[in-house]
């Protein structure tokens, strides 16, 4: 069953269509995204809860949590990245995408790029 959805998240990621899985939505990078740059969990997590950290409880790119002494808590990357590349900063839409969904180190921080004249 695993291996049904990795291949349909992989097939959605080569013809540009959005992925939800675990509430986090994960677009397929495209000619008309740049990648601004990686995203910071642990910054996250300790924005949220004081002496919490970023770990993993499983090896995909949703398997991050923020832990809190035996506590556990979900991460929005979608945020992570919204609150690291602010729009008072100049960046406009931010979203995270995994670029790989069984590889948990594969997130990065993008935003869209103007479509070229034609």
């Known amino acids: 069953m695993n291996k049904f959805f990795i291949s349909l998240g992989l097939a959605c990621m080569l013809v540009g269509l959005p992925i939800r899985s675990n509430r986090q939505?994960?677009?397929a990078q495209?000619?008309?995204?740049q990648r601004i740059g990686g995203v910071d969990l642990n910054?996250?997590?300790?924005?949220?809860?004081?002496?919490s950290y970023?770990?993993?409880?499983e090896r995909t790119a949703w398997g991050w949590r923020c832990f809190v002494g035996s506590n556990r808590?979900?991460?929005s990357v979608e945020n992570a990245c919204k609150e690291q590349y602010p729009s008072s900063k100049g960046?406009?839409?931010v979203f995270a995408n995994a670029?790989?969904?069984?590889d948990p180190y594969?997130?990065?921080?993008?935003?869209?790029?103007?479509?070229?004249p034609r």
């Open 25 to 27: 939505e994960v677009r």
């Open 30 to 33: 495209s000619s008309n995204s």
């Open 43 to 51: 910054r996250y997590c300790q924005q949220r809860w004081r002496g």
């Open 54 to 57: 970023a770990d993993l409880i």
């Open 73 to 75: 808590y979900e991460i």
């Open 91 to 93: 960046y406009t839409v």
């Open 99 to 102: 670029v790989n969904p069984s």
């Open 106 to 116: 594969s997130w990065g921080c993008f935003r869209p790029t103007p479509p070229l």
